[in-house]
């Protein structure tokens, strides 16, 4: 007797040259359903439909075509076993040898805009992963495909070996059949949860990704690293358009996921811009124009700039595109870009230009690996108020010094602990980041500022354990400091601060970054 396959695909890719070969070079009957049948048929190849090898029509819509007890007792039967051969005899079910299956497009569904709830139903497929479930748990006995990729590897498999397929390639392709399953159940269960607005960090915590693309390395040349979408549509980083230049490594897009962050603090009325480096800010400022605020942050660190990454608030004009590409950049990301800009950048064609029209969506949530499980927190979104700040010091901040703590505060959020920010005239001066102690910080963004520093603002992004911190502020002339708040010794550095004539302004919101 002929084995017996099943195919039943919504995606066609390759599936007539793989029927084809499995009909005419290895003697395989082949079993399949509705639109797929139609296909082989269309295509000239002997198939018969599911409905007329069970003996039960498709029904309710074509909702239930292949869930029959001969369909998966084929699947499931196991064939060393003498009680599973009475039963398929007994019931004339034929032992599947292959079974090529995938899925209703449902992530591609929902990714349409305005896709009703019931539209996205019709596409939950439940048929399919039954006997992609089914058949990948009995890979003992036959083989599972899941993606049109893998036929090639099959039918190769089958030459090499007179017919044969290894249990070890079996074995992969359930793996593979498993991993489809669960980012499929994965999709579905995300839509819902979006649909229901459920917010709460839930019992069961489930990551899922699409690989894009392979990336040349991971944060050293010997770390190997993918880059993966999630979510049922392409969002974020998957959704920018590259404009020009190299191919994204893997501490680029970490770093514009950095810069990404710290940009959308800023509305787009009031041209911005930050460059960073490893994650932190080497410079960010405000400008009258865009241009302006780019040329503010280079300077406030242009040896650290030198191959680092920037972010703008609004679309690259041709002024910014020409400060842009007066020195070398690794990335820019900016919401779009003006016509007589992009043929000014092309003087840089290395240089990444990323256009991400939404900078300001992304996850809700942070997630960290951690030696036998994942670390998840929501983001830290909480804005920065002044009408919530108090005032802690005799002497009182003038307005322009307190719109200078805003800008302050929204740049030490994105600066790893233990974060220090030194500014004046919106733009950063000094920047101390990672310290294990807060007076390292502040004794480095204040080296960086010198003598800039005279009537600048400190922010720190926790409160000072000791009045240290404030009395060397005080000494390279910084004239407000604005800071969380919270220690057993605030009374301390709030003395030290009235002693020294200088504003103190606790905001009640800590922002550690580790």
Same mark, same amino acid.
């Given at each position: 007797?002929?084995?017996?396959?099943?195919?039943? =695909?919504?995606?066609?890719?390759?599936?007539?040259?793989?029927?084809?070969?499995? =009909?005419?070079?290895?003697?395989?009957?082949?079993?399949?359903?509705?639109?797929?049948?139609?296909?082989?048929?269309?295509?000239?190849?002997?198939?018969?439909?599911?409905?007329?090898?069970?003996?039960?029509?498709?029904?309710?819509?074509?909702?239930?075509?292949?869930?029959?007890?001969? %369909?998966?007792?084929?699947?499931?039967?196991?064939?060393?076993?003498?009680?599973?051969?009475?039963?398929?005899?007994?019931?004339?079910?034929?032992?599947?040898?292959?079974?090529?299956?995938?899925?209703?497009?449902?992530?591609?569904? %929902?990714?349409?805009?305005?896709?009703? =709830?019931?539209?996205?139903?019709?596409?939950?497929?439940?048929?399919?992963?039954?006997?992609?479930?089914?058949?990948?748990?009995?890979?003992?006995?036959?083989?599972?495909?899941?993606?049109?990729?893998?036929?090639?590897?099959?039918?190769?498999?089958?030459?090499?070996?007179?017919?044969?397929?290894?249990?070890?390639?079996?074995?992969?392709?359930?793996?593979?059949?498993?991993?489809?399953?669960?980012?499929?159940?994965?999709? %579905?269960?995300?839509?819902?949860?979006? @649909?229901?607005?459920?917010?709460?960090?839930?019992?069961?915590?489930?990551?899922?990704?699409?690989?894009?693309?392979?990336?040349?390395?991971?944060?050293?040349?010997?770390?190997?690293?993918?880059?993966?979408?999630?979510?049922?549509?392409?969002?974020?980083?998957?959704?920018?358009?590259?404009?020009?230049?190299?191919?994204?490594?893997?501490?680029?897009?970490?770093?514009?996921?950095?810069?990404?962050?710290?940009?959308?603090?800023?509305?787009?009325?009031?041209?911005?811009?930050? =460059?960073?480096?490893?994650?932190?800010?080497?410079?960010?400022?405000?400008?009258?124009?865009?241009?302006?605020?780019?040329?503010?942050?280079?300077? /406030?660190?242009?040896?650290?700039?030198?191959?680092?990454?920037?972010?703008?608030?609004?679309?690259?004009?041709?002024?910014?595109?020409?400060?842009?590409?007066?020195?070398?950049?690794?990335?820019?990301?900016?919401?779009?870009?003006?016509?007589?800009?992009?043929?000014?950048?092309?003087?840089?064609?290395?240089?990444?230009?990323?256009?991400?029209?939404?900078?300001?969506?992304?996850?809700?949530?942070?997630?960290?690996?951690?030696?036998?499980?994942?670390?998840?927190?929501?983001?830290?979104?909480?804005?920065?108020?002044?009408?919530?700040?108090?005032?802690?010091?005799?002497?009182?901040?003038?307005?322009?010094?307190?719109?200078?703590?805003?800008?302050?505060?929204?740049?030490?959020?994105?600066?790893?602990?233990?974060? %220090?920010?030194?500014?004046?005239?919106?733009?950063?001066?000094?920047?101390?980041?990672?310290?294990?102690?807060?007076?390292?910080?502040?004794?480095?963004?204040?080296?960086?500022?010198?003598?800039?520093?005279?009537?600048?603002? @400190?922010?720190?992004?926790?409160?000072?354990?000791?009045?240290?911190?404030?009395?060397?502020?005080? /000494?390279?002339?910084?004239?407000?400091?604005?800071?969380?708040?919270?220690?057993?010794?605030?009374?301390?550095?709030?003395?030290?601060?009235?002693?020294?004539?200088?504003?103190?302004?606790?905001?009640?919101?800590?922002?550690? @970054?580790?």
């Amino acid at each position: 007797m002929k084995r017996l396959a099943l195919l039943s =695909v919504s995606d066609k890719t390759g599936i007539v040259d793989l029927a084809k070969a499995l =009909v005419t070079e290895f003697e395989f009957e082949i079993i399949s359903s509705g639109g797929t049948a139609k296909t082989l048929q269309e295509a000239g190849i002997a198939v018969t439909k599911v409905s007329d090898y069970t003996g039960s029509p498709e029904i309710l819509g074509g909702r239930v075509k292949t869930l029959h007890p001969r %369909i998966h007792g084929g699947i499931l039967g196991r064939r060393d076993l003498d009680e599973d051969k009475q039963d398929m005899e007994a019931n004339q079910i034929r032992p599947l040898d292959l079974v090529v299956v995938n899925l209703y497009p449902f992530s591609q569904t %929902i990714a349409q805009p305005n896709v009703s =709830v019931a539209e996205a139903i019709e596409k939950i497929d439940i048929g399919g992963p039954a006997m992609l479930r089914a058949a990948a748990k009995n890979f003992n006995y036959l083989t599972v495909l899941c993606d049109p990729s893998q036929y090639e590897a099959y039918l190769q498999q089958l030459k090499d070996s007179q017919g044969e397929v290894s249990l070890e390639f079996r074995q992969q392709m359930a793996g593979k059949a498993f991993a489809h399953t669960y980012a499929y159940d994965r999709a %579905i269960s995300t839509y819902f949860a979006d @649909l229901n607005s459920i917010t709460e960090l839930p019992q069961t915590y489930t990551v899922s990704g699409d690989r894009l693309q392979t990336l040349r390395y991971g944060e050293n040349p010997h770390q190997s690293a993918a880059w993966y979408q999630t979510g049922n549509k392409a969002t974020g980083w998957t959704a920018a358009q590259k404009l020009q230049g190299k191919e994204l490594s893997y501490n680029n897009l970490v770093d514009l996921e950095a810069a990404r962050r710290i940009i959308i603090e800023f509305p787009s009325e009031e041209p911005a811009a930050a =460059v960073l480096k490893h994650t932190n800010p080497c410079g960010v400022a405000i400008g009258s124009s865009l241009a302006e605020a780019y040329e503010q942050a280079f300077n /406030a660190d242009s040896v650290s700039a030198f191959g680092g990454i920037v972010a703008l608030n609004k679309p690259i004009d041709s002024a910014t595109a020409t400060a842009l590409t007066k020195t070398f950049l690794e990335c820019v990301v900016a919401p779009s870009c003006e016509e007589e800009a992009q043929k000014i950048l092309q003087a840089k064609s290395k240089l990444r230009i990323l256009l991400l029209s939404d900078l300001v969506t992304g996850s809700k949530q942070t997630i960290k690996a951690i030696a036998g499980g994942l670390l998840v927190q929501d983001r830290d979104d909480a804005e920065d108020s002044i009408d919530n700040w108090q005032i802690v010091t005799e002497k009182q901040p003038t307005p322009a010094q307190m719109a200078e703590m805003l800008f302050a505060q929204k740049v030490v959020k994105h600066v790893k602990s233990n974060a %220090i920010v030194v500014t004046k005239n919106r733009t950063t001066l000094g920047i101390g980041a990672g310290q294990m102690n807060r007076v390292g910080s502040v004794k480095i963004a204040l080296e960086q500022a010198g003598e800039q520093a005279q009537g600048g603002v @400190l922010a720190s992004d926790a409160f000072f354990p000791f009045d240290d911190s404030v009395r060397t502020a005080a /000494a390279a002339g910084i004239a407000a400091i604005v800071q969380p708040g919270g220690s057993i010794r605030d009374k301390d550095s709030i003395a030290a601060a009235n002693e020294l004539g200088m504003v103190m302004v606790l905001t009640g919101i800590r922002h550690f @970054l580790h």
